[in-house]
């Protein structure tokens, strides 16, 4: 038999049993479909966060006050001490490290900030001159805030664009003075909306210097500091040098974490590679369903044309062309159920980015080729089932119409 | 092939020779000898009429020759060739090449329309379709349906469904046509129809076996068998068996 012939055969017999293969199809297709919208989804949401730590640079060092990352029981642990607070001081001390070419040290909390009537909680974050060039602000109008001696409180603030339209709705707001908490500062500069800053809205972000905030906030210690290395290569010297620093700072005490950009970018990168592949699991139990469903419907297509099969081998086909004949038309179903599925699902993650236009959607290319594979497989192994049973039956039996 | 070449030659003259065939089954606690120890051997191009009562065995017999059915014992030599020890796709190799099968019930499939059903056999040899076609439209001509070729059954009549299931039979030009009550579902006018058309194929040199209840299409066969019980009880000749093709 011919592989056109045999296709011929396949075609024609699921044609004409039109609701039966629809069904067949559509529980494929939304299989397929499930799984490519839902990796597409998990991987847009990885996308998403490597593409927010990628832009913040991979010369980047963040250190963080207490130890995260400890194996084990530390002395300390015993005398019930608690971690020491990062301070302006430790800040300046990394910034007389060779190879750091900037220091940004961050205190974040909200407030709220006011001109005239008009007034809201923002958050606010203190900081310095260097927070510009490390997280890749851009100015608007004005300026950013002024280099200088970090204990230098100065009244001044650079406010995001949301910001902006709020509090000043008409008119200039650059020059203007606005309260924060209980300060009065003046606008110095207004931001782009280019830029990142993990987990914050740059349109709707405070920046006020970082010893205004300490007092704005009442404490003394920094929320993190962001160690900006000469480049790549100084990376390791200077995580090992800021650790040592903060030691003799801090009494012999290692209580500081100190991560790399490219630390946390893998862990998430990690984190939502195992999500989207849970996704790509759960998605992947609704095709072993459908692949059930056509094992099933290609059993009663076997009962129902048992007079057929036995005809077939009466006429002179061997076991295994009746065996090919069925397997053709399961396989062919759930090829086209695919084929089907990965229109529905690209169409479906398609809105989904429209609808969410900064989730960077798209189904990953394994993600695809596994949804398609597994419909093709399931379409063999649960269309072999029925194919054998057909081409074993006895074809007097299946002729006379008994089974 | 299994048999020893002596078997052979010697039922060389013999298109089909059943040797001792028996065929039981076993329902219950009861053995049935549907073929209880059948002798028989038929000529090529000879016209046989097989008739007997209900379970007499006739029908098991045509599946055996049919080579649908295999033999509990005994050997069955067709056109030369011992099937006994073959395996199944060999027997489907032989169905294919040497039987043509015609049904009470005409067993064409639904779905498919007249030329396609005449047109299964030779897709299922891999005969490449242009000769198919030539073939399928030449048979069409001889069995007056060239103006039924694209009609499904349902849109046949049954004297027309049979004559599509007698040219299905006979498009891979076999030797042994079994015709298993060929005009059981048919009015008189179609019946006659459907015999003239096998009657005309045994012309041509084909061995016809007709299996059947009814005296009168019994009576057209040159040979008569007779069955009861698994057995043979009658085995006449009313004709000469040689026809010039």
Known sequence: ?403 | MASPPSAADRHQAQMIDLSAVSRHFQVGEQLVKALDDVSLAFDAGDYVSIMGPSGSGKSTLLNVIGLLDRPTSGSYVLDGRDTTGMGDDELAAMRSRKIGFIFQSFHLVPRMTAFENIELPMVLASVPSAERRRRVDKVLVDLNLTDRAHHRPDQLSGGQRQRVAIARAMIMEPTVLLADEPTGNLDHVSGADVLKSLEALNARGLLLLVVTHDDEVAARARRHVRMRDGKVVIDQRTAPEAVPP
């Open chain 1, 1 to 403: 038999m011919k592989a056109r012939d045999l296709l011929h055969l396949a075609t024609e017999s699921l044609a004409r049993a039109r609701m039966r293969s629809l069904m067949m199809l559509i529980a494929m297709a939304i299989g397929v479909a499930s799984v490519v919208v839902l990796t597409s989804l998990g991987e847009g949401a990885r996308r998403y966060v490597t593409g927010e730590f990628r832009a913040l640079g991979t010369d980047l060092l963040i250190v963080l006050p207490g130890r995260s990352e400890t194996t084990g029981i530390q002395p300390g642990m015993f005398a019930g001490e608690t971690p020491r607070d990062l301070t302006l001081g430790d800040a300046k001390a990394l910034l007389r490290l060779p190879d750091v070419e900037r220091i940004a040290p961050l205190v974040i909390g909200s407030a709220p900030v006011s001109a005239g009537v008009l007034s809201r909680e923002v958050p606010v974050i203190g900081t310095n001159s260097d927070f510009m060039p490390i997280r890749n602000l851009r100015i608007a109008q004005g300026d950013f805030l002024p280099p200088g001696e970090l204990d230098r409180d100065m009244a001044v603030c650079v406010i995001g664009s949301k910001v902006r339209t709020e509090l000043f709705p008409r008119g200039d707001a650059l020059g203007q003075a606005v309260r924060v908490g209980e300060r009065r500062f003046r606008i110095i500069g207004i931001l782009g909306d280019s830029g990142r800053a993990i987990g914050f809205d740059l349109q709707e972000l405070v920046l006020v210097p970082v010893s205004a905030a300490q007092q704005l906030f009442n404490t003394e210690s920094l929320f993190r500091i962001l160690v900006q290395a000469r480049d790549r290569d100084a990376m390791r010297r200077v995580q090992a040098a800021v650790r040592a620093t903060l030691m003799q700072r801090h009494q012999g005490e290692e209580d500081v974490t100190v991560i790399t950009q490219d630390a946390v970018l893998a862990t998430f990168d990690k984190i939502f590679t195992a999500l989207t592949l849970t996704l790509a699991g759960i998605a992947s139990i609704s095709l072993a369903v459908a692949g059930i469903l056509i094992m099933n419907v290609m059993l009663v297509a076997v009962s129902q044309r048992t007079a057929e099969v036995g005809l077939l081998k009466a006429i002179g086909a061997r076991q295994g062309q009746i065996t090919a004949i069925f397997l053709a038309e399961a396989i062919l179903l759930s090829v086209a159920g695919a084929a089907v599925g990965l229109m529905l699902g690209y169409a479906a993650s398609w809105v989904v980015g429209r609808i969410y236009p900064s989730l960077p959607v798209g189904a990953p290319v394994w993600a695809v080729l596994m949804a398609v594979g597994i419909a093709v497989a399931s379409g063999v192994v649960f269309g072999l089932l029925p194919a054998r049973r057909a081409a074993r039956l006895d074809p007097v039996a299946a002729l006379s119409g008994r089974k």
